[in-house]
């Protein structure tokens, strides 16, 4: 008998998880602040729960997809609720930080619930589909006994280790990367269209060139890890190299009146190193300036 399952919260992501649970036989109560978005659910078979605390009553593990901790805090740390948690295991997939999962493990050691905190690597459409990736931290006892229920979201689940906070650290460590990737997607996207080159062209060419940035990227990782910050024989560019480059994406922005701060941020940095003696190092040294003051 597959256990069944409570989802807090039927957002966008969190009607995701229902419809995953439900599709592979799973029993779903779910429970919302708005009930209107339970009623597409329920019509594939959930069961609308009054409450918080009667979801939780009535499912062996209780999944909490809302916006944020403040929003889970307030609907599970009532005395009521707390105590339906109680010998269960809670699976909190709201996006949070590594401090909010460790205080929110200690909430859960102290009133008896089994915990483990998850981030989501995908979006809601990724949800039950082979390559969705799911990080979850926390006793790895209870990720390797629960490991089939989190298949049924999706083909990827991953064990990040006991520190609960973890799954959040990689969370926002792979965030921050995409941001990154989409933010130049934007600024190329801009120039491309101020110079008349069409966004097809731009498409092919951000996948034909996707090999390149993704060994610069393990290159950078592999160097950080190995402390070589040091222009060497393996060097792909020296800062200056980048710098130089920069200015001319700079300069094209300035010609055609495109917001100039994306590149600005990275130049800042590329100016502080050089300025810093590190115009002829790897571009990895840039690393001594990301690290807490
Ligand atoms: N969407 C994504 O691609 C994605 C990817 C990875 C992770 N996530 C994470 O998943 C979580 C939910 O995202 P989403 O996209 O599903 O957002 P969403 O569609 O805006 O849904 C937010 C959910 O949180 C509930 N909520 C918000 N404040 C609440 C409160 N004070 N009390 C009770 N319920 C409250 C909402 O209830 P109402 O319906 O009543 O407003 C709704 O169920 C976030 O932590 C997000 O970072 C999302």
């Not at 105590?83 to 929110?104: D, H, I």
């Not at 990154?180 to 120039?191: D, K, P, S």
């Amino acid at each position: 008998m597959k256990p069944r399952i409570a989802v807090i919260g039927v957002g966008r992501m969190g009607s995701a998880l229902v419809s995953a649970f439900l599709g592979q036989g799973h029993g779903v109560d779910i429970w919302n602040r708005t009930r209107a978005k339970c009623e597409p659910l329920a019509a594939k078979g959930a069961r609308i729960a009054e409450t918080v605390r009667d979801a939780a009553a009535a499912a062996d593990i209780v999944v909490v997809n809302v916006n944020d901790y403040a929003a889970s805090d307030a609907l599970l740390r009532k005395e009521e609720v707390t105590r339906a948690l109680s010998g269960k295991l809670l699976v909190q997939l709201t996006s949070g930080s590594p401090s909010q999962a460790r205080e929110q493990a200690t909430w859960a050691r102290r009133n008896d619930i089994a915990y483990l905190d998850g981030a989501i690597m995908g979006t809601p459409d990724f949800i039950g589909t082979p390559g969705c990736t799911i990080l979850y931290a926390g006793p790895s006892e209870l990720f390797e006994r629960h490991k089939p229920v989190f298949l049924a979201l999706g083909g990827n689940p991953q064990y990040v280790g006991s520190d609960v906070g973890h799954a959040s650290a990689l969370d926002s460590a792979l965030l921050v990367y995409m941001w990154g990737a989409l933010f130049g997607a934007l600024q190329g996207a801009a120039i491309c269209e101020a110079e008349g080159v069409s966004l097809e062209a731009l498409t092919g060419y951000v996948k034909a060139t996707t090999p390149v940035v993704d060994g610069a990227v393990a290159d950078l990782f592999a160097r950080i890890r190995q402390r070589r910050f040091g222009a060497d024989e393996q060097t792909l560019a020296t800062m200056e190299i980048h710098a130089g480059a920069l200015q001319h994406v700079l300069a094209i922005c300035d010609e055609r009146g495109i917001p100039r701060g994306v590149p600005a941020a990275f130049d800042q940095l590329f100016q502080k190193a050089i300025l810093a003696g590190d115009g002829q190092a790897d571009f990895a040294a840039l690393h001594r300036f990301m690290r807490p003051a």
